[in-house]
C-alpha cells in the first residue's frame, strides 16, 4: 500500500501577505489498507498529552489531545521544552506525508505535532503560532471526521473577515506568508456528532 498525494489545492489570498491552501481528498491510500490514522495512534499509543501544553516558554489549556515527532527536546530548541519527541519515523507514513509536504512547499518539515480530536468537544481555541519565522509555512493534513478550520484576524479593524473551512478526512490544510502573525487560527467545539478526527500540523521549528 502507497500514499497518493493530488495535485489540487486551493489556495485563498486571506489578505495580501497570508494564504491559506486547501487540498480535499489531498492523501489517498492506494491498495487495500487499514486506515493511516489507526496505524498513527497506534504507534503514538500512550503518549497522547492532554490538560495543558507548555510551548515557547508558557503553559496553555488545550481541550484536545496532541504528542509532538520530530524535533525533540534541544537546546536549541525554545519552542518544546519539556520532553523529547520520538523521531518521525517512529510513525507510519509521516515521513511519506512530510517529503510530499517538502516537495509541494519547497522546503523540510523537521517536527509534526499529532492532534487528537475523539469527540466534537475536544477542540483548539484562537491561537496563532508565535515561534514562527517570517514567511513560515505550517502545512497540515487531517484524518477523520470532518471539522471547521476557522481563521480570524488579530487586528479586527484591518478589513479583513473571518473565514472557515470544513477540513475532512485526507484534506491538506496549511497556514503560509504572514499567517502566524496577523491572523489566528482554531477548532471550535461542535455539538455535531462528529467522527474522531487526526490533525498532523507540519512545522519547521528552529528555535
Ligand atoms: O488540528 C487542527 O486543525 C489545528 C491544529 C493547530 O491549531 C495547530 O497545530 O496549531
Request: glycine residues 10%; aromatic residues 12%.
Amino acid at each position: 500500500m502507497s500514499l497518493l498525494m493530488v495535485d489540487e489545492v486551493t489556495r485563498t489570498a486571506l489578505d495580501p501577505d497570508c494564504w491559506f491552501d486547501h487540498g480535499v481528498g489531498w492523501v489517498e491510500v492506494v491498495g487495500p489498507a487499514d486506515r493511516i490514522e489507526d496505524d498513527l495512534m497506534a504507534a503514538g499509543e500512550g503518549a497522547w498529552e492532554t490538560g495543558t501544553t507548555f510551548v515557547y516558554g508558557k503553559h496553555y489549556d488545550v481541550p484536545r489531545m496532541w504528542q509532538w515527532a520530530g524535533l525533540g527536546f534541544t537546546p536549541e530548541s525554545r519552542y518544546i521544552e519539556e520532553k523529547p519527541a520520538p523521531p518521525m519515523s517512529a510513525f507510519p507514513w509521516l515521513t511519506e506525508i512530510e517529503e510530499a509536504l517538502a516537495d509541494k512547499y519547497g522546503r523540510r518539515f523537521n517536527s509534526c505535532l499529532l492532534n487528537l480530536y475523539p469527540t466534537g468537544w475536544h477542540s483548539v481555541g484562537w491561537h496563532f503560532d508565535a515561534c514562527m519565522l517570517r514567511d513560515e509555512v505550517v502545512a497540515g493534513v487531517s484524518f477523520g471526521g470532518t471539522r471547521r478550520f476557522r481563521l480570524r484576524p488579530i487586528d479586527g479593524d484591518c478589513g479583513y473577515s473571518s473565514v472557515g473551512f470544513d477540513v475532512g478526512a485526507g484534506d491538506l490544510f496549511s497556514m503560509g506568508g504572514e499567517t502566524q502573525h496577523r491572523w489566528q487560527h482554531s477548532v471550535p467545539k461542535t455539538t455535531r456528532d462528529v467522527a474522531s478526527r487526526l490533525s498532523l500540523t507540519f512545522r519547521t521549528i528552529t528555535h
